[in-house]
């Protein structure tokens, strides 16, 4: 894969406690995108991370870039039932092959 | 806005059989792609276009053909289906001054 990959592949937690997933990449880049997939929906975009930002936040989400390891994390804080999903990390049109989020209400 | 759509959400084929999804935005952007979704798997690029009438190859070409012949609407061709092709279709778009690709719900396609 030109990606890499995430991890971990799936993730079960509790509704409030945090979810941090992981991803690794293999080229240069100039940004690094996370994107949310509800169970037979499309994607949707969360987060956009530049190659010269180290940390980004957005509402309950951040967003951390290391390109000299290149890898990134995202951290859902508190997190709701209602972030249930799977999240993908891209690379312009690369894309990881997800973690699948559980949040048990 | 309906943003990006695509037809038909589910489809069944037999070995050998042809088929085109359409993919439309109202969003007059740009780039268009079409990725195929596997299980347990991420979102592979199958073929793109930078603008009207120009199309590229992406990572998983092979078996598919593509069109785009107005700006607001990217076609993917299958002219003879195979089983490996059965997978879940997305279709995205994308402003040139943006790097968001928004998505279309999806085709399920199923071939036997």
């Known amino acids: 894969s030109q990606q890499g990959e995430e991890d971990p592949q799936a993730l079960s937690i509790q509704e409030g406690e945090n979810a941090t997933m992981n991803c690794s990449y293999k080229?240069?880049?100039?940004?690094l995108q996370w994107y949310r997939q509800n169970s037979g929906r499309g994607l949707v975009h969360l987060i956009l991370i530049r190659s010269n930002e180290r940390e980004k936040h957005s509402g309950r989400l951040r967003v951390t870039l290391d390109t000299s390891k290149k890898s990134s994390s995202l951290l859902i804080t508190a997190s709701r039932a209602a972030d249930t999903a799977s999240y993908f990390c891209a690379t312009k049109f690369y894309f990881g092959s997800g973690t699948k989020l559980n949040v048990k209400p | 806005n309906a943003g990006v759509t695509q037809t038909p959400k589910f489809r069944v084929l037999k070995t050998g059989q042809s088929m085109t999804l359409l993919c439309a935005q109202d969003m007059n952007h740009e780039y268009m792609y079409w990725y195929r979704q596997d299980p347990g798997m991420g979102l592979r690029l199958i073929h793109y276009?930078?603008?009207?009438?120009?199309?590229a190859k992406g990572e998983v070409p092979d078996g598919y053909n593509v069109s785009r012949l107005k700006k607001q609407n990217f076609l993917l061709g299958l002219e003879s289906a195979a089983p490996s092709q059965t997978s879940v279709y997305f279709c995205?778009?994308?402003?040139?001054?943006?790097?968001?690709?928004?998505f279309g719900p999806g085709t399920r396609l199923l071939v036997l």
């Open positions: 080229t240069s880049i100039n940004n």
């Open positions: 276009s930078v603008g009207e009438g120009t199309t």
């Open positions: 995205a778009s994308k402003g040139g001054d943006q790097e968001t690709q928004y």
